[in-house]
T-cell receptor, first 111, second 113 residues
Framework: ETGVTQSPTHLIKTRGQQVTLRCSSQSGHNTVSWYQQALGQGPQFIFQ???????GRGNFPPRFSGLQFPNYSSELNVNALELDDSALYLC??????????FGPGTRLTVL | QKEVEQDPGPLSVPEGAIVSLNCTYSNSAFQYFMWYRQYSRKGPELLMYTYSSGNKEDGRFTAQVDKSSKYISLFIRDSQPSDSATYLCAMSSKDPGNTPLVFGKGTRLSVIA
């Protein structure tokens, strides 16, 4: 298992609500990436943080936002939840020159 | 056309078989290639990580990259029921430590005892 942890494991929200997902990086990693994985699909890149700064963003609307803290942990915030936001949200941590290691994910259901 | 194409399967094989999983891609800038294994309702687990063309072997797993054909493969020898999972290929154009990974849809594999 990687040292990447995510909380909570599962979450149920209703349309229009806001949600915050959390991620702790593997020790020694300074970069965190967030991905959305819909059922039956591969993960889609949301954004990446390096040393507390956003370092790239995928094709997701501004209601998806994030933070990285000095200890390299991270949060993903989603406002105005829509039904299509139901997915597995994955956090991955990394540090050059290695690749990304994923956490177990948070399963979000929007009703 | 999606950047990375992967046959979703499902693929069902008997225990002990050799399994071949494949991805094709369209972006010639991709240089870093990864295979992840994902068990149901879990996060992806890194299996293999290769740079540019060539082969890499790790135990029962062999990864092949053919950049001229834009084609990558993962071979699993002596497959076991515990190999039953979804296999995701992923790739990036720059160092994957600080570059977005682009994934295929994943191939579901079942190894039957």
């Amino acid at each position: 298992e990687t040292g990447v942890t995510q909380s909570p494991t599962h979450l149920i929200k209703t349309r229009g609500q806001q949600v915050t997902l959390r991620c702790s990086s593997q020790s020694g990693h300074n970069t965190v990436s967030w991905y959305q994985q819909a059922l039956g699909q591969g993960p889609q890149f949301i954004f990446q943080y390096y040393r507390e700064e956003e370092n790239g963003r995928g094709n997701f609307p501004p209601r998806f936002s994030g933070l990285q803290f000095p200890n390299y942990s991270s949060e993903l915030n989603v406002n105005a939840l829509e039904l299509d936001d139901s997915a597995l949200y994955l956090c991955a941590s990394s540090s050059l020159p290695d690749t990304q290691y994923f956490g177990p994910g948070t399963r979000l259901t929007v009703l | 056309q999606k950047e990375v194409e992967q046959d979703p399967g499902p693929l069902s094989v008997p225990e002990g078989a050799i399994v071949s999983l494949n991805c094709t891609y369209s972006n010639s800038a991709f240089q870093y290639f990864m295979w992840y294994r994902q068990y149901s309702r879990k996060g992806p687990e890194l299996l293999m990580y290769t740079y540019s063309s060539g082969n890499k072997e790790d135990g029962r797993f062999t990864a092949q990259v053919d950049k001229s054909s834009k084609y990558i493969s993962l071979f699993i020898r002596d497959s076991q029921p515990s190999d039953s999972a979804t296999y995701l290929c992923a790739m990036s154009s720059k160092d994957p430590g600080n570059t977005p990974l682009v994934f295929g849809k994943g191939t579901r594999l079942s190894v039957i005892a």
